[in-house]
């Protein structure tokens, strides 16, 4: 007893003493079965790693679908083993949430250029808004505003119907407006609009009409009103009618949209294409028909007299 008690009152023994206790404890579990191996994976893993994941990957981290290994790593403390298996299936596999799971370690290790990096490759293999708004965030954070413009810019150029990638055009077509190139800023504009036939997408492109006519952006916001005019919104041709006719007294432009949305059943903008008929046109034989078809589409103020 007499030795024990002078061997853990000297503090440096003391510190020896500990070391070979955990290097025991340490022994001592890597003699367990793996089957209890997986079990302790499992009480340290994130809820979205099955324990099929576990099996498959436990003696092949770098094997196809493995990268959430890494993720088990870095709960368990293990941050350089689990970037490991992040980078290699980033760059590797190709997997673009392995790069985004590398890029945050990297962002919590300060070492930024990296990280954005792979956050602008992962957007670029996935092309989805939850990475490549990711990397635009990624961007914006660390100051860098004009690589922020090109991955938009970038994205924008790739876009395709369908690939949600809209917002990107928009975003673009904004920086432009800021720099005053108004020529750019349409394209852009037009670009982010032009193939959009969902109703969600178009609801994103009369948002952007709305708010570039709050801007005071006429002639933009008219052109995207009448995009989405001649898709059958008939929203966007009232608005756009009333851009193209008070605001920038434009009033054959005007008439196009009234037209439109006559075609679609609203009386009002019959009687409104009645009167540019009459008063503008001086087109007796048109300002009669949808004078009169106003009236049939219960416009009281057409069924009177003149």
Do not use: W
Request: hydrophobic share 30%; net charge neutral.
């Amino acid at each position: 007893m007499h030795n024990i008690s002078h061997f853990i009152n000297s503090s440096t023994e003391f510190k020896f003493f500990i070391q070979v206790s955990k290097f025991l404890f340490t022994a001592l579990l890597l003699s367990c079965s793996a089957g209890t191996a997986e079990a302790d994976h499992a009480t340290h893993m994130p809820k979205h790693v099955t324990e099929e994941v576990i099996t498959r990957c436990s003696h092949d981290y770098t094997a196809d679908g493995c990268a959430s290994m890494g993720e088990i790593f870095e709960e368990e403390g293990n941050v350089n083993k689990a970037l490991n298996i992040y980078r290699i299936h980033c760059n590797a596999k190709k997997d673009a949430n392995a790069c985004i799971l590398a890029a945050d370690v990297l962002v919590s290790r300060k070492q930024v250029t990296e990280a954005l990096e792979l956050y602008r490759k992962a957007c670029m293999m996935k092309t989805s808004e939850e990475y490549c708004d990711k990397a635009l965030e990624a961007y914006r954070s660390s100051g860098s505003e004009n690589s922020a413009f090109k991955l938009s810019k970038d994205l924008c150029e790739s876009y395709t119907d369908g690939s949600e990638l809209s917002k990107y055009c928009y975003l673009t077509g904004e920086h432009y407006l800021k720099k005053n190139d108004h020529t750019r800023a349409e394209y852009y504009y037009l670009k982010g609009c032009n193939f959009l036939n969902s109703r969600d997408e178009i609801h994103h492109c009369i948002d952007q009409a709305v708010n570039l006519e709050k801007m005071k952006q006429f002639k933009i916001s008219a052109k995207l009103y009448e995009m989405n005019c001649f898709k059958n919104n008939i929203y966007s041709c009232r608005r756009g009618g009333d851009v193209y006719g008070k605001e920038m007294n434009i009033p054959t432009k005007e008439l196009n949209l009234r037209k439109k949305s006559c075609d679609l059943q609203n009386g009002d903008d019959c009687y409104r294409a009645y009167v540019i008929y009459r008063s503008i046109e001086g087109d007796t034989d048109n300002a009669v028909k949808y004078r009169r078809k106003a009236c049939e589409l219960d416009y009281r103020e057409a069924c009177t007299g003149e």
